[in-house]
């Protein structure tokens, strides 16, 4: 599903990750946890490839998205990877279902067959009654579940999270860690999920612990 091999990046004089390797398979839900620092977010973004690394290899379902034009890889990462951050990011002049859209509308999908995707994804998230609100309209919780309702948008075969309970209060948190576990077995996806929330990571498949730049040996 996703295989990562001596990841390194660095910003300016400061190397972040420092030979990172990690092999996920399809359907498997695994936590990144580690101090503030560690390289946790960066590692998010390269494999989602909002950012390029400067040595290793990645490949996501046997493709390497860093060898597409601009092009390709925006329309890889529209299609195969779904995003979920800790601040749910929605439009706020957008209405739920409107912001659920954003990603096949960016992909030319028709808005009647966006809309009934949307519709059919804020139901499965219990959010049906809450279509036409705008975020300022809902609880943290329910923003966030619009949000995971975009992420799944494109269907796509991986999810990443950062952080994503990390702005809710406890029973929200709770809830939407339910979800994740929800999903894979409704929808099959991949999991990726760094978080502070030791509930949550221990929940996981696999837990692991990013210490200076790298994956702590168990």
Same mark, same amino acid.
């Given at each position: 599903m996703i295989k990562a091999i001596q990841i390194e990046k660095s910003y300016r004089s400061l190397k972040v990750l420092k030979g990172v390797d990690l092999e996920v398979t399809k359907g498997e839900i695994v936590s990144v946890v580690g /101090?503030?620092? /560690?390289?946790? =977010? =960066? $590692?998010l973004h390269v494999m989602g490839t909002l950012d390029r690394m400067d040595k290793g290899q990645l490949t996501i379902n046997g493709t390497d998205p860093f060898e597409l034009s601009q092009k390709a890889l925006a329309h890889f990462r529209n299609n195969e990877i779904g995003? *979920? +951050?800790?601040?749910?990011?929605? #439009?706020? !002049? +957008? =209405? &739920? *279902?409107?912001?659920?859209? %954003? @990603?096949?509308?960016?992909?030319n999908t028709p808005m009647k067959k966006a809309q009934d995707r949307a519709k059919e994804l804020l139901a499965f998230?219990?959010?049906?009654?809450?279509? !036409?609100?705008? @975020?300022?309209? $809902?609880?943290?919780?329910?923003?966030?579940?619009? &949000?995971?309702?975009? &992420? #799944? %948008?494109?269907?796509?075969?991986l999810i990443l999270a950062d952080e994503p309970s990390g702005?809710?209060? =406890?029973?929200s948190a709770a809830a939407l860690h339910e979800l994740f576990f929800d999903l894979r077995k409704e929808f099959g996806q991949t999991f990726i999920i760094v978080t502070h929330n030791m509930? #949550? &990571?221990?929940?996981?498949?696999?837990?692991l612990i990013m210490e200076n730049g790298v994956f702590k040996k168990p």
């Amino acid at each position: 599903m996703i295989k990562a091999i001596q990841i390194e990046k660095s910003y300016r004089s400061l190397k972040v990750l420092k030979g990172v390797d990690l092999e996920v398979t399809k359907g498997e839900i695994v936590s990144v946890v580690g /101090a503030s620092g /560690a390289g946790k =977010t =960066t $590692l998010l973004h390269v494999m989602g490839t909002l950012d390029r690394m400067d040595k290793g290899q990645l490949t996501i379902n046997g493709t390497d998205p860093f060898e597409l034009s601009q092009k390709a890889l925006a329309h890889f990462r529209n299609n195969e990877i779904g995003f *979920i +951050f800790q601040f749910h990011q929605l #439009l706020p !002049e +957008f =209405t &739920a *279902i409107e912001n659920v859209c %954003m @990603p096949a509308l960016i992909q030319n999908t028709p808005m009647k067959k966006a809309q009934d995707r949307a519709k059919e994804l804020l139901a499965f998230l219990g959010l049906q009654d809450r279509w !036409e609100h705008k @975020p300022k309209e $809902l609880s943290g919780g329910e923003q966030q579940r619009v &949000a995971v309702a975009r &992420a #799944l %948008m494109n269907r796509p075969s991986l999810i990443l999270a950062d952080e994503p309970s990390g702005n809710l209060d =406890t029973e929200s948190a709770a809830a939407l860690h339910e979800l994740f576990f929800d999903l894979r077995k409704e929808f099959g996806q991949t999991f990726i999920i760094v978080t502070h929330n030791m509930e #949550l &990571a221990q929940m996981a498949d696999r837990q692991l612990i990013m210490e200076n730049g790298v994956f702590k040996k168990p």
